[in-house]
């Protein structure tokens, strides 16, 4: 999994209670990539990170926040989760921009009751 | 209408059949073309990456481009079971975003 790991692997939560998801990388790449993977929708972007400290949105970012101190960690934070946010969770990585090969984790699959 | 389709299949052949998988898509400003590999419960695998039209083969696999008719190809040759999977199509253009296709599941038979 080109050296990325995610935590937890799995994780059932309530609806309302906050749940933050962890991306840790030892490749030294700049961009990190947070998606969800859905039945019919297939990988979509939440959010991405082009460096320390700076982040954009994807296109379902609504309901969801990133943050990035350190260059091997991205952190997804779901602040009140919902069961609309029950889904596959991966992480991915390039060195360069969106352009550039993605390497993506083993995923975090989290089920909001 | 989705940028990227890919029919989801599922898609069963014998061991040693040759495979083509296929995904249409609508952005002309797409210049870079991946197909990846997804095992059940596990993360994409990068099968191939192209840039621009053209062929390009890596083993038993070959990833073909057309941009005139937005068309978009991965054949495997020599099918094996271990190919089992689902492969997803995915395009770029010059920005950080992929566009994916839903995958389709691929289903070899011993």
């Known amino acids: 999994d080109a050296g990325i790991t995610q935590s937890p692997r799995h994780k059932v939560t309530e609806t309302g209670t906050p749940v933050t998801l962890r991306c840790h990388q030892t490749e030294n790449h700049r961009y990190m990539y947070w998606y969800r993977q859905d039945p019919g929708h297939g990988l979509r972007l939440i959010h991405y990170?082009?460096?320390?400290?700076?982040?954009d949105k994807g296109e379902v970012s609504d309901g969801y926040s990133v943050s990035r101190s350190k260059t091997e960690d991205f952190l997804l934070t779901l602040e009140s989760a919902t069961s609309s946010q029950t889904s596959v969770y991966f992480c991915a990585i390039s060195r360069r921009d969106g352009t550039d090969t993605q390497y993506f984790g083993p995923g975090t699959r989290l089920t909001v009751l | 209408q989705k940028e990227v389709e890919q029919d989801p299949g599922p898609l069963s052949v014998p061991e040693g059949a040759i495979v083509s998988l296929n995904c249409t898509y609508s952005?002309?400003?797409?210049?870079?073309f991946m197909w990846y590999r997804q095992y059940s419960r596990k993360g994409p695998e990068l099968l191939m990456y192209t840039y621009s039209s053209g062929n390009k083969e890596d083993g038993r696999f070959t990833a073909q481009v057309d941009k005139s008719s937005k068309y978009i190809s991965l054949f495997i040759r020599d099918s094996q079971p271990s190919d089992s999977a689902t492969y997803l199509c995915?395009?770029?253009?010059?920005?950080?975003?992929?566009?994916f296709g839903t995958g389709t599941r691929l289903k070899v038979l011993a």
């Open positions: 990170s082009y460096g320390v400290k700076d982040t």
């Open positions: 995915a395009a770029a253009s010059g920005t950080y975003k992929y566009i």
């Open positions: 952005n002309s400003a797409f210049q870079y």
